[in-house]
């Protein structure tokens, strides 16, 4: 990258000052104080390096904070989403291996209030209702994430109003 | 645009967002919910706001209630702690060791800037920190450029004066 000469920057700063320099030639004087080190430059020029790498640096956490704001709740909903997901998904597996397992057909075994059912029917058709319940369960939680995501999107506006509801409401 | 959709106005803010965000974070040092508030209240006035009347530049308007309620928490902020902490006085009565500490240059700066008048302290950040336009700044502050640029003709030269007078070099 190209040097800037000291000259140039020390009729800058007089510029700056007087605020007449644009957001380019600012650009470039806070370009110099990032690139330059201590010893290449002139007592006059680094009497002022404090001040523009506090401004650089208040950008950059400014930049950071706004980054981190923006999106948490999104992370936060596909991490609820992802475990609910896992878990059901985990569930039909085990249902599934149960009851189209060859090798454990003949040795099916299910307890309902502890009692052995033998019917391997009446087993089947258990599994077969909870399965239901599952894509059920799957399907209300599909709904639950469209709805949150209309949620998420109205959230700013309605949590404003609510604020002015409980001022209302208070006074 | 006189009664926005709420779909319409989530739209309009979610892009200004970020800005609004980094405006008011210039203000609030005590973390980002704090910052996200004031984001919150201003919002909500726009959105009463456009019910009843035309807005045009929907950005330059909520940046403009922000700086407001900003001015109004610094207000605040500054009568509950003025006792606690007096801006610059402290940086002239200070004893030989608070004097070393203080040469900390990017503290001493800042606290500079803190002893600026709210307007020319706005103009500051907005330019040196968000790099705002100077037309942009004076829609935020309701001025004229003109007087954008005497602010901030001034309030660099004041800053360059205390760091003239602080003699770090």
Same mark, same amino acid.
């Given at each position: 990258?190209?040097?800037?000469?000291?000259?140039?920057?020390?009729?800058?700063?007089?510029?700056?000052?007087?605020?007449? =320099?644009?957001? %380019?030639?600012?650009?470039?004087?806070?370009?110099?104080?990032?690139?330059?080190?201590?010893?290449?430059? %002139?007592?006059?020029?680094?009497?002022?390096?404090?001040?523009?790498?506090?401004?650089?640096?208040?950008?950059?956490?400014?930049?950071?904070?706004?980054?981190?704001?923006?999106?948490?709740? =999104?992370?936060?909903?596909?991490?609820?989403?992802?475990?609910?997901?896992?878990?059901?998904?985990?569930?039909?597996?085990?249902?599934?291996?149960?009851? =189209?397992?060859?090798?454990?057909?003949?040795?099916?075994?299910?307890?309902?209030?502890?009692?052995?059912?033998?019917?391997?029917?009446?087993?089947?058709?258990?599994?077969? %209702?909870?399965?239901?319940?599952?894509?059920?369960?799957?399907?209300?939680?599909?709904?639950?994430?469209?709805?949150?995501? =209309?949620?998420?999107k109205?959230?700013k506006p309605?949590?404003?109003?609510?604020?002015?509801?409980?001022?209302?409401?208070?006074? | 645009m006189?009664?926005m959709t709420s779909q319409e106005f989530n739209r309009t803010i979610g892009a200004i967002r970020?800005k609004l965000?980094?405006?008011?974070?210039?203000?609030?040092?005590?973390?980002?919910?704090?910052?996200?508030?004031?984001?919150?209240?201003?919002v909500?006035?726009l959105w009463?706001t456009q019910?009843?009347?035309?807005i045009k530049n929907t950005e330059a308007l909520t940046?403009?209630?922000?700086?407001?309620?900003?001015?109004?928490?610094?207000?605040?902020?500054?009568?509950?702690?003025?006792?606690?902490?007096?801006?610059?006085?402290?940086?002239?009565?200070?004893?030989?060791?608070?004097?070393?500490?203080?040469?900390?240059?990017?503290?001493?700066?800042?606290?500079? /800037?803190?002893?600026?008048?709210?307007?020319?302290? /706005?103009?500051?950040?907005?330019?040196?920190?968000?790099?705002?336009? /100077?037309?942009?700044?004076?829609? /935020?502050?309701?001025? *004229?450029?003109?007087?954008?640029? *005497?602010?901030?003709?001034?309030?660099?030269?004041?800053?360059?004066?205390?760091?003239?007078?602080?003699?770090?070099?």
């Open positions: 990258m190209e040097n800037i000469s000291e000259k140039l920057i020390s009729s800058l700063i007089e510029k700056y000052f007087n605020a007449e =320099t644009s957001l %380019s030639e600012e650009t470039l004087i806070k370009r110099y104080y990032r690139e330059t080190p201590d010893v290449e430059m %002139s007592n006059e020029l680094r009497q002022y390096r404090d001040m523009f790498a506090l401004y650089e640096r208040e950008a950059v956490l400014i930049n950071d904070r706004a980054a981190r704001t923006q999106p948490r709740k =999104t992370l936060f909903m596909n991490h609820q989403l992802m475990k609910w997901g896992s878990v059901a998904a985990a569930a039909i597996i085990l249902i599934a291996l149960f009851v =189209t397992n060859p090798r454990q057909s003949d040795t099916l075994r299910f307890v309902i209030d502890g009692e052995n059912i033998n019917d391997k029917e009446l087993a089947l058709s258990f599994a077969g %209702s909870k399965m239901d319940k599952i894509n059920e369960l799957m399907k209300r939680l599909e709904k639950s994430e469209e709805y949150m995501g =209309t949620v998420s109205a959230e309605v949590s404003s109003l609510d604020k002015l509801n409980k001022v209302l409401s208070q006074s | 006189v009664g970020p965000v980094n405006f008011a974070a210039l203000f609030v040092k005590s973390g980002a919910a704090t910052a996200e508030d004031m984001v919150q209240d201003a909500l006035k009463k019910e009843t009347q035309q940046l403009h209630i922000l700086r407001n309620l900003c001015l109004d928490y610094l207000k605040l902020k500054k009568n509950n702690t003025e006792e606690l902490k007096p801006a610059y006085s402290a940086l002239v009565s200070e004893s030989p060791l608070e004097k070393l500490e203080r040469k900390d240059g990017l503290e001493f700066i800042k606290r500079c /800037i803190e002893t600026l008048p709210e307007d020319q302290m /706005i103009a500051v950040r907005l330019r040196d920190v968000l790099g705002y336009e /100077i037309g942009e700044i004076a829609t /935020i502050l309701g001025t *004229t450029e003109v007087n954008v640029r *005497t602010m901030l003709s001034r309030a660099r030269n004041k800053l360059r004066e205390k760091i003239l007078q602080n003699g770090k070099y």
